[in-house]
């Protein structure tokens, strides 16, 4: 399993969606994504990329393992 590395926005939303999350929908201050019944919210762009702990809690959150997402690369 590779190490999780810090992504763009435009990143993050387009291997999500491989990943079979639909979106991302205006959510008021933040962007959502859904999969399901389930509510993923995107952070709002404020650098470069996000983070890997924010990237982390992102993918617990969404129910992604590691090794789907570095599948969708």
């Known amino acids: 399993m590779a190490r999780l590395t810090p992504v763009s926005h ?3 939303v387009a291997r999500l969606r491989k990943l079979g999350l639909d979106g991302p929908f205006s959510g008021g201050k933040h962007l ?3 999969r399901g019944a389930k509510r993923i919210v995107i952070p709002n762009i404020h650098g470069p990329a996000i983070g890997i702990e ?3 809690r992102i ?3 969404a129910g992604i ?3 789907d997402w570095d599948a969708s690369e």
């Open 32 to 34: 959502l994504m859904t």
């Open 10 to 12: 435009r990143e993050l």
């Open 59 to 61: 993918l617990r959150h």
């Open 65 to 67: 393992s590691r090794e």
């Open 54 to 56: 924010l990237l982390a």
